[in-house]
């Protein structure tokens, strides 16, 4: 069993694929997308893949045909697609995610958000659907000028939450998440739940890959309720 080299002081979480299953909303915009633009709908597993490369990215799977400037061209209007209907096909945490953030809580671990989802949804997005959540410091795709796989954002979530990157684990469903990680000199877990951008989290080099958010517990030493 891997055990951490430090007594944690902070975890930090990609937010789509890793603590939220948000791809049912996502298809969903990108359905109502393709009849707005009387376009074939594509199927959901090629869309899911992708999510966590974002709104560029699954309009690229959903229209072939466009070119880079024809899918910037789309983002606007699916991104205000998602806004508006955001929740309503069922966003919400993977199984498992919910008591291990209440054994964060009740452990009084200080955790958060590390997203490259913009500002603006992952404001709105949290509230609705979960809106009991207290992370102690979140930080969006646009809230530096940069974002993952650089590690100054995941740097940010440190400094916004007090705790020191070393004696702090970071976890992901992209490999993105784990290089960020890595070059901000926090300890890296991949999840196998997630979207994983059709690539093997095996191959990444977190140090720890996970099947379900139990192991996490108990690498962090936190008790969950059954």
Known sequence: MTTLPFKPEGVFFDLDGTL?????DLYAAIVQLCHELKSPVPEFEPLREVVSRGSRAMIAVAFPDFDADAVLRHVPRFLAIYEENMGRAGTGPFEGIEPLISGLDAAHLRWGIVTNKPGFLTEALLPRAVPHWKPVAVVAGDTLPVKKPDPAPVLRACELAGVPPKRSVFVGDDRRDVQAG?????F?????????D???????????VIDHPDELAALLGIKVAA
Do not use: K
Request: charged share 15%.
């Open 20 to 24: 939220l299953d948000s791809a049912q």
């Open 182 to 186: 890595h070059a901000a000199g926090l």
């Open 188 to 196: 890296t877990v991949a999840v196998r739940w997630g979207y994983l």
């Open 198 to 208: 059709g690539g093997n989290p095996d191959e990444w080099g977190a140090d720890l």
